[in-house]
Each structure stands twice: as structure tokens, then as C-alpha cells.
């Protein structure tokens, strides 16, 4: 049974960095393309980035240049830098993998 957990959401100001993380049991994430996506208020899920299984990264244009994506193999667990984040960033943050697997999300509100 696939489980993904994420967890390091929370508030920060405009401009400031939250590393978010992406725990998985029941699934090689080295193996497995594995995706961050958000959902902001009453708007759609947006899909942000993801890690290849050989490493191969791709970002959303709307955060290319502040977030990076990175996977630790030993800790079977992926995640999130983001930095220079906007208020546009709060949402809900969370990881997937095919063919739909999810995890229960983690908030993360940008204000001042």
C-alpha cells in the first residue's frame, strides 16, 4: 500500500523560504516519477515540479527559479525548497505519484 505524508508547511512572510517534505512508504521513490502539485483557494490544482526517477527535473513557469525539487533515496522521501515566495504561493501543497497516488497535503499561507 502506497502512503505519501507531507509535512513542513506553515506561515512565512513574503520573501521568506519553507523546505516541504514528502515521506513514502510502500513505494521506491527513486524509481518512480514523483510530482508536487497545489491548490490555492477556491482555484483548481495546479501541478508545480517534478523528479524523474534518473533525476530529471521540470518546473511550472510560475515558480522556475524559486523552487527546487530534490529526492533523498536513503530517507525515501522528496522535497520542495521554496524561496522568494510570494503570496500567490499559498496554497495547499501536495506530492504524487502515478497512478494516483496522494498525499493528505500541507498548508502553506504566505502574508505579512
Known amino acids: 500500500q502506497v502512503q505519501l505524508a507531507e509535512s513542513g508547511g506553515g506561515l512565512v512572510q513574503p520573501g521568506g523560504s519553507l523546505r516541504l517534505s514528502c515521506a513514502a512508504s510502500g513505494i521506491i521513490l527513486g524509481l518512480n516519477t514523483m510530482h508536487w502539485y497545489r491548490q490555492a483557494p477556491g482555484k483548481t490544482r495546479e501541478w508545480v515540479a517534478l523528479?524523474?526517477?534518473?533525476?530529471?527535473?521540470n518546473y511550472a513557469g510560475s515558480v522556475k527559479g524559486r523552487f527546487t525539487i530534490s529526492r533523498d533515496n536513503a530517507k525515501n522521501t522528496v522535497y520542495l525548497q521554496m524561496n522568494s515566495l510570494k503570496p500567490e504561493d499559498t496554497a495547499v501543497y501536495y506530492c504524487?505519484?502515478?497512478?494516483?497516488?496522494w498525499g493528505q497535503g500541507t498548508q502553506v499561507i504566505v502574508s505579512s
Open positions: 504524487n505519484t502515478a497512478p494516483d497516488h
Open positions: 523528479i524523474g526517477g534518473g533525476g530529471y527535473t
